[in-house]
């Protein structure tokens, strides 16, 4: 499986592309970050996250690309950018037909290090340990797009099962009941 992570921002979106299956030594493909400058106005800014997203997806060819869920900060304007740049980063993928999975931060720091409440350190210092690199990715933008990725590898299975399970069930449910 091959995946596309994407840590949303606006000034900087993480991308990272990571391949294997769970249980399996994974493998790194390519890391980076699209930056955009803080002073440019939106809809430009936008337009560059899509190019540099269009462009990983050109060169790596994902069977899915997993985003970072966006929730609720102090700041406002964060979120806002976040969230214009999570929504380009999705209409990417679907304008190819690419499955999109959405992953909370807690999520992801529990997939890679064992706690939904690891620091960013923790992230990079487990994602370097995963991918058998020689120095954790910078910035942590990075590092964390690969930490989604991994994410995604491990629960993409289980997510699965779950999903055939849920529908196997509905199809069997009476009509004009759920259970």
Known sequence: MRVLGVDPGLTRCGVGVVE???????????????????D???????????QGIEQWLDEYRPEFVAVER???????????????AS???MLCAARRGIPVALHTPSEVKAAVTGSGRADKA??????????????????????DALALAICHIWRAPAQNRLQQAVA??????????TA
Do not use: C, I, W, Y
């Open 70 to 84: 966006v929730f609720s900060q102090h700041n406002v304007r964060t979120v806002m950018g976040t969230a214009q």
């Open 40 to 50: 440019a106005e939106l809809g430009h800014r936008l337009v560059a996250v899509e």
């Open 20 to 38: 294997g299956v769970a249980g399996r030594p994974l493998t790194m493909l390519g890391v980076g970050v699209v930056r955009t400058p803080a």
């Open 87 to 89: 929504a380009v980063a």
């Open 168 to 177: 196997l069930h509905t199809a069997k449910a009476p009509k004009g009941r």
């Open 122 to 143: 923790q992230v990079g210092a487990m994602v370097t340990r995963l991918l058998r690199l020689s120095a954790p990715p910078k910035p942590a933008d990075a590092a």
